[in-house]
């Protein structure tokens, strides 16, 4: 009876609360000209509206707050440390100009660092100049969503990361654009999250990176022009849907790298003008389907240790390698693409070819054993070779075919 008391008056007494918070308001010309002193001031619960103006301050906020910018303010740390830290549960950071963090190689500073919270929203900020922009430690329910990041600090041992989080749980980040940084999203035992539409270029690394983040879906982001594409590392249960990867290139670089990954589904991407669309090594039980490969160099390249893939009904058009292999031994399944290459009929008029598809060149099989060989692409030479490799093959896995190839291709 008493707890059914309490939950009928609880709507009642957070009405109450909401009624009795207090907006404070810090400006040039307002009660407060600086922030920190309103924040501390403040009650659980209250609203700070922050006008225009540059604020030269650093803030801890160690209870439940509410802060707007109005005007887009700047917090300027200055180079001094860390700009803003949020130690509470339930703070709202909305509408700011943060920059110039603390930079070092022995410490990792921060445009917004949050540390053991839940129910944490940064929305709407703009981030320059911080070593990490926004970092999250130890933290659970929160929502990185419309923040605008990048960062002019050149020196790789003191660049840090866009949104960099670690040990969390159900997060969001979401709409974010993000520019110039180490790698643009990293997260590391990171479980049960959302990572979407976000667009990530410019990093002089990953501008996705993830390890031991189990039980999360990446959909609808752009991963572009970055220096070594998406890594997905240690990794298991995993939904990458939606994305695209373009003009990421580079002696090291790819599209997708997927490096000991197990039970996960990568489906209804593109990848386009990469050096490596998708580099496999180590992936078991992936179910790779309706993703686009085009104009790569590589579609994929899948080492000999992955197991048990099904890649089926995706596009492979105008790539220079569809698939290549560092082995002999495939015990993935490859039926029902689509590959430009493939040469056969369809008399029974089912859509599907006749005759197998053998998706692997004698060249990129020489090429996996000693890339120098490059040098003799699209030569005389080279069709010769794998003209002849067609006719009678020698060095090409056979157990690397498509069954049921496609005549005509999907909808991605």
């Known amino acids: 009876m008493i707890q059914l008391r309490l939950k009928l008056l609880m709507p009642a007494l957070l009405a109450a609360s909401s009624v009795f918070s207090t907006t404070f308001s810090v400006g040039p010309a307002k009660p407060y000209t600086a922030i ?36 887009r303010p700047v917090i300027d740390g200055q180079k001094r440390g860390t700009v803003i830290t949020i130690a509470s549960d339930d703070v709202t950071l909305k509408g700011f100009d943060i920059i110039n963090s603390a930079r070092s190689s022995l410490r990792d500073y921060c445009g917004i660092l949050v540390k053991d919270s839940r129910n944490v929203h940064l929305t709407g900020n703009l981030l320059r100049s911080n070593q990490f922009s926004i970092m999250l430690q130890n933290s659970r329910y929160c929502d990185v969503a419309y923040n605008d990041i990048a960062s002019n600090i050149m020196e790789m041992q003191v660049m840090g990361n866009a949104i960099h989080c670690w040990k969390s749980e159900h997060l969001r980040i979401h709409h974010n654009t993000i520019g110039h940084n180490r790698d643009g999203i990293y997260l590391e035992f990171v479980y049960d999250s959302r990572i979407d539409h976000n667009s990530v270029s ?45 003009q990421n290139r580079g002696s090291s670089s790819y599209g997708l790298l997927l490096k000991e990954i197990q039970r996960g589904t990568i ?32 579609g994929m390249r899948v080492v000999a240790s992955s197991t048990n893939d099904t890649i089926s009904s995706n596009n492979f058009i105008g790539n220079t390698f569809d698939i290549s292999t560092n082995g002999s031994f495939n015990s993935n399944r490859f039926d029902g693409n689509y590959w430009d290459k493939y040469n056969g009929y369809d008399l029974d008029r089912n859509g599907t070819g006749d005759v197998p598809f053998h998706m692997l060149s004698l060249f990129s099989a ?8 490059l040098l003799f692409f699209h030569s005389f030479l080279m069709n010769l070779m794998d003209e002849s490799e067609r006719l009678l093959p020698s060095i090409t896995p056979d157990n690397y075919v498509d069954n049921l190839p496609s005549l005509q291709p999907f909808s991605v």
């Open 36 to 71: 920190g002193p309103a924040v501390a001031k403040a009650k659980a619960g209250d609203t700070i509206i922050v006008y225009a103006g540059s604020y030269r301050e650093r803030l801890t906020i160690s209870k439940p707050l509410t802060l707007i910018g109005a005007r």
């Open 267 to 298: 489906a209804h991407n593109r990848f386009s003008d990469n050096t490596v669309g998708v580099f496999m090594d180590g992936g078991v039980e992936l179910h790779l389907h309706h993703n686009l490969f085009r104009q790569n160099g590589w």
């Open 202 to 246: 410019g990093c002089e690394r990953y501008g996705l990176h993830f390890m031991f983040s189990h039980f999360s879906t990446y959909s609808h982001n752009h991963f572009y022009k970055n220096l070594a594409g998406v890594a997905v590392m240690y990794t298991h249960d995993v939904q990458m849907l939606n994305n695209v990867f373009d």
């Open 366 to 373: 020489l090429a996996e054993r000693n890339q120098s060989i």
